[in-house]
């Protein structure tokens, strides 16, 4: 019997384990239990982890409300696929004078055209030039918005939020055609039209790119 009990002994812990796993496990579990509820009760149980940062944060991607009664006016217009990235003026008077000033100075938003968040059609004139030297900058405003194709992203700043439009068609306006040279004022929905412009007064042929609203979101700060 002695001899017996040696031989276990020497044998070590992992085969009394395999010869009696219920026993073990009963006996693990009654201590894991104790030794827990002890912690706990003298408060030393690790703290829950916190919620990650996608769990709790806004992303500026997530899209936000807009409603119709919170107009906002354009500050910035950007087409990542062309390059496009400027200011927008906003003029508050339709005279010929005060919009061809505003052309200097980025790209305008035609004053009765519609504001951003709400249903209309929002029009935006730039100057384009594709002389060789032009040191004026604002002058090149919408060079190369006939490059856009169809899907395409616009988009419109105000200071707190992005208005995305995707863009639906692109044209040259043939300044001999009357007709063509119209721009409907859509008001169903959310719309942006992309104009070229030489002059307000000025009859000449135009690139007019169309686009329709995907989504607001928050703006980069």
Sequence with gaps: MTQRIIRRKKAGIIPQILERPVTFAVAFLAFFFIAYAFLAAVGATPDPLPATTADTAT??????????????????VVAKDIGLDIKVVNPTSSDITVLDDALTQGAVHYPTSAQLGVNGTMLLFGHSSYLPVVYHQYYKTFDGIQNLKTGQIISVYSGTTEYRYAVTGVRVADSTDENDNQIPLLSDNKYLTLVTCDSFAAKSNRFIVTATYVGAYAAEQ
Excluded: L, Y
């Design 59 to 76: 992303s500026d991607t997530t899209a936000v409300a807009t409603t119709p009664d919170n107009p906002e006016a354009p500050v910035r």
